[in-house]
């Protein structure tokens, strides 16, 4: 502790006067809001999980979102931290709050309403409010539109089962309260697996009883013709609807679940690919 101790003494005295013109944003979301709103010359380091747009990438990376370090965080000078809930770990946020960086918080969201909350919390960070109600606008209307788009194509809304691990052939899978359950509701589907709370290890008997007509998996590099072939061989999996229709979506991670100024579009096409244009 005496270490974490000078060495933020060391970073902090080195740190601009001006809070916010060296800004550190945690989360995928945070930073596609920050480039949405035209702020990205003030970002000088994002975590590995922004990945959007492509010119984030080039920022220094400080970590894992939810494993950090401080002396990482600390390393690029930051004179303003904007972090989506749920950063870490405890410790290492304790100590950036203790730090005398200004530090801000943005909650999570899942809903239309989370969403605008959260550009606007980026904004006021930001010192931008304008800029932030502007792009809250925007986004309020596309998901206004996608919204209105589901709602014409609801009829008999498909099972969807969120996979997020096969490890083992286990089958890990997005319960109620998770942002998977809620976007594939938001895109007109049923979470096959909404009997389960969070994310869930789902039994043999469960996986049954779900009948997903659809699979839904995070998209990794590279091509998923394999990998759909062992999905679609796993004994619980083969059995079901969506196997025997080989009814399996991949979508970008961040993109799905990132609830920011995309989401409208991740309906739309979330929607499209359960039931078509």
């Not at 965080?73 to 950036?96: C, F, H, R």
């Not at 089962?161 to 997005?174: D, N, Q, V």
């Not at 394999?226 to 059995?239: D, F, T």
């Amino acid at each position: 502790m005496r270490f974490l101790a000078l060495f933020t003494a060391t970073f902090l005295a080195a740190a601009p006067a001006i809070a916010g013109d060296r800004i550190l944003g945690l989360g995928g979301s945070i930073i596609e809001i920050i480039y949405a709103l035209g702020e990205e010359d003030r970002l000088v380091a994002r975590d590995q999980t922004a990945r959007y747009p492509a010119a984030a990438v080039d920022l220094p990376d400080v970590g894992y979102v939810r494993r950090l370090s401080p002396e990482g965080v600390l390393s690029v000078t930051p004179d303003l931290i904007v972090a989506i809930e749920g950063s870490g770990p405890p410790e290492t946020i304790e100590l950036l709050k203790e730090a005398s960086i200004p530090f801000v918080e943005v909650p999570e969201a899942d809903t239309k309403e989370g969403v605008i909350a959260k550009i606007t919390a980026v904004g006021d960070a930001l010192n931008v409010p304008e800029k932030a109600a502007a792009l809250a606008a925007d986004v309020r209307t596309a998901l206004d539109a996608a919204e209105a788009r589901v709602d014409e194509k609801a009829g008999s809304p498909k099972r969807v089962l969120f996979i997020l691990s096969t490890r083992g052939g286990r089958i890990t899978a997005g319960g109620a309260g998770t942002r998977a359950d809620a976007i594939i509701r938001m895109s007109g589907g049923i979470n096959a697996a909404a009997d389960a709370d969070g994310w869930k290890q789902l039994s043999d008997e469960a996986i049954s009883a779900a009948v997903p007509d659809v699979l839904l998996l995070m998209a990794r590099d590279g091509g998923h013709g394999a990998a759909v072939k062992e999905l679609l061989a796993i004994p619980s999996i083969s059995v079901t609807p969506a196997a025997k229709s080989k009814s399996v979506v991949y979508m970008d991670g961040a993109y799905l679940l990132g609830f920011g100024p995309r989401t409208a579009d991740a309906i739309n096409d979330l929607s499209s690919a359960l039931y078509g244009d």
